[in-house]
């Protein structure tokens, strides 16, 4: 799981000692449930970070149309990254 060796576009599904793992060598984990679910508990880890995927409207729940802004304001391309839901 070497970050060198593996495309920039590649998908890796992880249980979660693999996820453990990956995260001590360096992985940061973007959680992208709602906040209100991500206040409610989360993983406990130091790069754990939330910006939801979908939002809550007076319409109800939408996909975040700032989403991937957000994301790219505190993670650069090049980071290696767990997402979870």
Known sequence: MD???RPATEFLSAVAHE???LMASGYR???V?????????HVDAENV???PYFIMT???RVKNPQ???????VCSKEDDLLVGS
Do not use: C, H, T
């Not at 449930?33 to 508990?41: A, L, Q, T, Y």
């Open 3 to 5: 970050s060198e060796k």
């Open 67 to 73: 989403f991937l802004e957000q994301v790219l304001s």
């Open 33 to 41: 449930r709602m906040v209100e679910d991500f206040n409610k508990g």
């Open 19 to 21: 996820a453990k793992d």
């Open 58 to 60: 007076p319409e109800g």
């Open 49 to 51: 970070f939330n910006i």
């Open 29 to 31: 984990y973007l959680d």
